[in-house]
């Protein structure tokens, strides 16, 4: 199974999402230029207007609408890239800011609101309220989980509801949006609208478990980083705090005093070889499992056209992945 | 002449504003609580939405979106003094970042976030899609311009035209099209949402380069900073342009020597009274009262009601205050 045998049934409509990207970023300032440049080149999997296309076929009407919302919420996903970047400790020397990374961190901010201001602005003339107002709450929910998620750095004592909850506002929101308004714009039936809008979200849960899994068991040269990234930036995910809970006392307290170091001590192999054994990303697969079958339940409920079975590819490719 | 001449006129709908002001920020996230009643108690003179206010008694309907218009502006005001703060010299200690301060930053971009996604939401409820599409536009012009500015930082060879450049897009655009969304909203005649929206443009700019020569000349308890403090963070305006231009060599080093050092070396009050000596706060706010005489020309051409007379006060009282 490949992403390229879902790719190609929407290639056309996939590459106009690609130039309205271009197009809709495109400025004469040369530091906007160079880092939207940079960000369209890296590219990405596009998961969310494919979702947003593939939703937009339930419906009957306007297909450019369809179009639009696809690049808005790419748009949307890439300015998150971008402010999540800033001020991270990969900035940062020794702890000490160069002028140079002040500056760059306070471009990238602005680079972030300007691609933001730019997916608002396609998607400025649809008359749909309901697009608006959906979008706009669903962003500020976004940064209501960003900011719990700051808070949570590092914390040790973790439940896996706040978990369940800042995964859900940090991914699930965001791919769940992007089927409800794909087809909302195209006019779908508000039953299909609302079975597109939970299997979006169930998606975007099972990816983040997966993710979270990954970040343990993925080889450094797939992730691009190495593994125990997340944990080593304090971000506490699910095979930790299964870990916190269910390791015997003496190991816990390993991993207990690297977070509460605030990542001061250095994360050791040991530290990181306790997680794998204490059976959370088993746990945690299981539960990423759970919710791509409920995402499939939904799928069920819709018409039996062929971009149902291309959805359930995509669930399945993307919540069995191995990068 | 004082303010509250002008305020008591609309103090209902300031009234309303404030309300919704608060209703919108409301959240159950700590830090987002904390950081907008911190933001709604240091209050601020509100100017957007009275421009907004007295620009929608221009036209007949929708006093609710008139509103709405006026806290979404002010919001995204507030989104930008949010932005403004984030990595700025005062949150660094010997150039050294406390753990606190880069989390501080990041709460501080995401509440930014968060404030900018709570504007759009007040005003999806509106149907006239020329506002989503010239707000989205506005910021992101408004995001180039913040980009300029720090692109320019300490660079001692700007002309006047990039210069009024940037505060257009800094100040003046968002006072521009608060005048202009708020008629637009109350569906006046195109001719005097025209004027109303240069009026805006021209009383911005009047205030930006007042502003810039309050700076210097202010003393620092009603400015609440030291005088220069413009200058020392490496923001050339319009009066260190001006003595760059016209300092004699020797003394205009002096100016340069510190530029060229990117703020290392100290902002001596030697360098700080060249920059008066050399005429520029003159030449500035002389430049600042031909801004303000186009925007009353503009008001010359509306129908003669209250608001139009209480707009020509507004415009003269922010341009010749002196805090």
């Keep these: 199974m490949r992403l390229a045998n879902i790719y190609r049934h929407i290639k056309k409509d996939l590459e106009r999402v690609e130039d309205l990207l271009s197009q809709s970023m495109a400025t004469n ?76 961190n306070r471009v990238a901010m602005y680079a972030g609101d300007y691609i933001i201001s730019r997916a608002l602005h396609i998607i400025s003339d649809i008359q749909i309220l309901k697009v608006h107002q959906e979008l706009s709450k669903a962003i500020f929910l976004m940064c209501e989980g960003e900011i719990d998620q700051i808070r949570d750095l590092y914390k040790p004592q973790q439940s896996v509801k706040q978990y369940l909850s800042r995964i859900k506002r940090k991914t699930a929101l965001l791919m769940s949006i992007s ?65 916190m809970q269910h390791l015997p006392e003496v190991e816990r307290q390993l991993l207990d005093s690297f977070l509460s170091s605030q990542g001061k001590h250095p994360l050791t192999s040991e530290t990181l070889l306790l997680v794998q054994k204490a059976g959370g990303n088993e746990f945690t697969l299981e539960l990423s499992k759970r919710y791509l079958n409920k995402a499939l339940d939904e799928l069920k409920k819709l018409p039996s056209v062929q971009e149902q079975e291309l959805l359930k590819m995509l669930a399945e490719f993307i919540v069995g992945r191995n990068y």
Tied chains: 1, 2.
């Excluded at 939703?55 to 297909?63: A, D, I, P, Q, V």
């Excluded at 639009?68 to 900035?91: K, P």
């Excluded at 299997?199 to 980083?225: I, N, R, S, W």
């Design 29 to 104: 300032q040369l530091e906007l230029k160079q880092s939207s440049t940079h960000l369209l080149r890296a590219g990405g999997k596009r998961m969310r207007p494919v979702f947003v296309l593939l939703s937009g076929r339930f419906g009957t009407s306007n297909k450019q609408h369809v179009i639009d919302v696809a690049v808005a919420l790419e748009l949307i996903h890439m300015a998150t890239l971008v402010h999540d970047d800033v001020i991270d400790n990969a900035s940062l020397r020794r702890g000490q800011p160069t002028v140079k990374a002040q500056w760059d």
């Design 179 to 243: 089927c409800q308004l794909g087809a909302l714009v195209s006019d779908a039936p508000p039953k299909v609208i609302q079975h597109l809008k939970l299997y979006g979200y169930y998606v975007g849960m099972a990816f983040q478990l997966t993710d979270d899994v990954l970040d343990f068991t993925g080889d450094e040269e797939t992730l691009g980083k190495p593994a125990g990234s997340d944990l080593r930036q304090g971000n506490v995910t699910l095979p930790v705090i299964y870990a």
